[in-house]
Nanobody
Framework: QVQLVESGGGLVQAGGSLRLSCAAS????????IGWFRQAPGKEREFVAT????????NYADSVKGRFTISRDNAKNTVYLQMNSLKPEDTAVYYC????????????WGQGTQVTVSS
């Protein structure tokens, strides 16, 4: 079992930056791939970025590539999403999720944190 808690959301002007954190409980955090997803009002949830367990390989949605950076600190059981050059279209509730490295489905989700980018 993994419990996830996101933090770091807020209101920022276009062009600004935010860093989201995803804090996880559990002693086996390092065994989990962690993903960030977002959902804007009236839209479906979409993938943002992911980082694997072990070798920390990363993958990004095209819409955030070059602007967002995902990283993890297994000693702190935390994954970060550094978001730079934010745009109004980045406005959404951001969720982190976890899955064991051998699985496809993300089984554990946080409660989300709101990010609002004003123009």
């Amino acid at each position: 079992q993994v419990q996830l808690v996101e933090s770091g959301g807020g209101l920022v002007q276009a062009g600004g930056s935010l860093r989201l954190s995803c804090a996880a409980s559990g002693r086996t955090f390092s065994m989990y791939d962690i993903g960030w997803f977002r959902q804007a009002p009236g839209k479906e949830r979409e993938f943002v970025a992911t980082i694997t367990s072990g070798d920390s390989r990363t993958n990004y949605a095209d819409s955030v590539k070059g602007r967002f950076t995902i990283s993890r600190d297994n000693a702190k059981n935390t994954v970060y999403l550094q978001m730079n050059s934010l745009k109004p279209e980045d406005t959404a509730v951001y969720y982190c999720a976890a899955r064991l490295h051998s699985l496809v489905t993300y089984n554990y989700w946080g409660q989300g944190t709101q990010v609002t980018v004003s123009s």
